[in-house]
């Protein structure tokens, strides 16, 4: 797997945005990315210093839908990256 592949995309939710304030950013990978691929991926995508990195694993849930049908959401796997003193992403920041 290449490096920058393990980043799916970032989350920016009221959540995610209310832990930028603690420096931790919040992005979505891939089922198959450990700490160790998500730190080098966000050190070399965004040119910063990565302090820890934890991952949380969402099941999919069953929803139902209006005709009685189920539908069943996909499992997703996030990671909440905190970074160094002085670290910040611009995509986050709104520059």
Known sequence: MHVFQALKRPLIT???T?????NKY???VLPTANKA???EAVQRAYEVKVKS???VHTPGEN???RNG???R???TKKAIVTLAAGGTIQLFEGA
Do not use: G
């Open 18 to 22: 209310l832990l930028q304030e603690q």
């Open 63 to 65: 929803r139902r839908l």
């Open 69 to 71: 049908r189920w539908l």
């Open 37 to 39: 691929q998500v730190r």
């Open 53 to 55: 990195v934890n991952i």
């Open 14 to 16: 009221e959540k995610s």
């Open 26 to 28: 919040v992005f979505e």
């Open 73 to 75: 959401t996909p499992a």
